[in-house]
Every structure is written in C-alpha cells, then in structure tokens.
C-alpha cells in the first residue's frame, strides 16, 4: 500500500525520548518542552513559542486571549479542517464562513472585502454586523494545505475593520509569505504536530506570538492557570492543554529533519507536477508569487474524482478528498456563508490529494501517476 502521508521518523526521535525515559522526565515539565519552543520560535521568526496539547487547544486559546467573545463573530474560510471552526465555537463566537478563491483555494479577499463593505459597519474602533449586530472580532485566515492568501491585503482588512487575527497555521509549518513565516503576521499564529502533518509528535500544537505578555498569558491558561509556584491557588479557569516533555522530545527531533522534509516536499510536488502535465483535466492549486508554500499535502482537482478515488483505491494507493464545506455540516448550516459561486462545493466535488509522505519513493510516486493515467487512457 502507498500511504497519504505518515510520519518519518528517521532523526534523534528515539534518543531524545529515550533521554526523557532514561531521566525520569516524562511528563508536563522539561527540557525539551522549553527546547522545542525556543525551535519554533527561532524556526518562525516569532518572539515567543507555547507547546500545547494539540492544534486545535492552541486555537482555542489563542481565540480567548485575542479578545474573541461570546455573541462575536470571527471570519474563516470555508474550506478548512473542521478544527478551526469548532475552536470558534469553544469561545461561544459565530463563524462567518468566507468563500474560497478557485485558484489559490484559501479565502477569497475580493469577496471579503465586498462582503465587509456591504455587511459591516465601524464605529469607535469596533467593527459590528449590521444584520446580526454582532461585534466581528477577528478573522482566522486559515493556510489550506500550506499555501497561503494575499496577507498584506488580509491584514489591511484586518487593520480597516479592526479585526484581531490569528492564523491558523496548522497546516503551514515551513510556508512563508514574502518571506515572513505563516503564523507570525497575526496576534498569534497555531500549529498542529499531529500524525499527518509536516512534522510529528504524534499529537501536539504551538502557539506562536510576538506579544511578551500574551505569550505568559497563553503558558498560564495552558497549564491550568496556577498562580503559585508552590501552592495550589489558581487565579482564573484554567485548561490542561500542555504538551508533555516525552512529545516535546520527539518534536525536537523532529524539527530537526525540517528541511530535508520541505525538500523532499518540494521534490514530491515537482514530480507529480511534471508527471500530470499531459492530463488537460487535472488542475493544481495556484500559488501566489509571494508565498513559498511547504507542499503539505499534494492535492488536485479534477472532473474524474470519483473514478479516480474508486480505481487508486482499488490498486492500494490512498487517497483522500478534501473536507466537507464547514457550510454544508449540520452544526454550521445557519452560520452565514459567503459565497457568489459555491466555490467550496466545486472543490469538494473535485480535490484529491495523493500520496506525498517524506518518505515515498520515487519509483511510488511514478506509480501513482501511472495508475492516475490509466484512468484517462
Ligand atoms: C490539523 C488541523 C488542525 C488541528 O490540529 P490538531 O493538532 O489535530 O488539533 C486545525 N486546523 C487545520 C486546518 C488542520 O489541518
């Protein structure tokens, strides 16, 4: 079987969590907890890193701290892992959900912006729904599959309507804009190390923030907000959302083989790019001249999906569509969706990533493309 995308493990992994074992330190506090944030901080370019448990705690959080309410809304794109629009959900705010750009598949700023000239209103620096009169608090442009939107447009509309943003970078680990790391345009950026990732340690995540305070604040709520260092007094509701030293040690490790991982990345995406070339009816995701983009998860869209699904599938290489549209869940079919085209729908019915682990062969990646060419014979 040709896996979508697991982990490679081929680094310090096993000697940096035997170090943990050797040492007795295995749990919520320990070198490697600090050693893994400093990395990302470094790798990123932020001031400050804060491990938690997982990517979707760190946009919980990060949501919290950024100001966002119950009764708020926050704007996000269609298209995304449901994590980022339960996050929004955990803090009691509405998703507004954004359309995507058919092209770069991330959220359509032109539509956004036509949406906020037409929907929201400003006043004494608050930006408020004029329909729902519901304060929009911030905007979560989320980048799909580690490519990323135009970010100095997304923030002047950010900055006009007074939204705070926090990206969820889960996917991006690696992918810049203009040079500048993803997650460290906004008040905070979020990262995911879970399985499928770019980089592993099994289950974990990272807030990222150039704000001192707030990235106190974040260790503070993070670890269930103990005020002493001795005595058990907490000063507010506090979550356990911490990322044990164990994880933090495989993370380490991990980061390590970063960029031999977008590397490899790069290479994947080169070979399939070639290697589809000749098929009219396949369409990659567009980057913007700005972005280099990490290559995740190598994805196409194409009208034979479902052929393409039934007949990889059946010669055991994994594929996989892309998310149901946040619209089209039924916890979300109320939310507001912002959409001329149904853009969200058209990719839903047409993407298919395809196998693109670090540690794919080259003779697999042919396969793939041979397999995905018999289909068009
Ligand atoms: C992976 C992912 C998350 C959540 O990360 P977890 O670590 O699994 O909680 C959030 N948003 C997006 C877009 C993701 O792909």
Sequence with gaps: MIPLSVPNLAGNEWKYIKDCLDTNWVSSVGSYVDRFEQSLAEYTGAGYAVSTSNGTAALHISLMLAGVEAGDHVILPNIT????????KYVNADPVFVDIDKETWQMDLELLEKYMEQHAVVSEGKCTHKQTGKPIRAIMPVHVLGNMCDMDRLLAI?????????????????????????????????FSFNGNKIITTGGGGMIVTNDEQLARKAKHLTTQAKSDPFEYVHDEIGYNYRLVNLLAAMGLAQMELLPSFLQRKQEIADMYTSGLSGITDIHLQKENADV??????????????????????????????????????????????VSEHNESDKIYQSALSLPCSTGITNAEIEEVITRIKEVYA
């Design 158 to 190: 950010a900055e006009m309507y007074h939204m705070a943003v926090i990206e969820d970078s889960t996917e991006s680990l690696g992918s810049r804009y203009k040079g500048k790391h993803s997650g460290t345009f906004g008040t905070f950026g979020c």
């Design 292 to 337: 280099t983009p990490n290559h995740w998860l190598f994805t196409v869209r194409c009208s034979r999906q479902k052929e393409l699904i039934a007949h990889l599938t059946k010669n055991s290489i994994q594929v996989r569509p892309l998310w149901v549209p946040m619209n089209q869940l039924k916890m979300f079919r109320d939310s507001i969706f």
């Design 81 to 88: 892992f449901i994590a980022s629009a339960n996050s929004v």
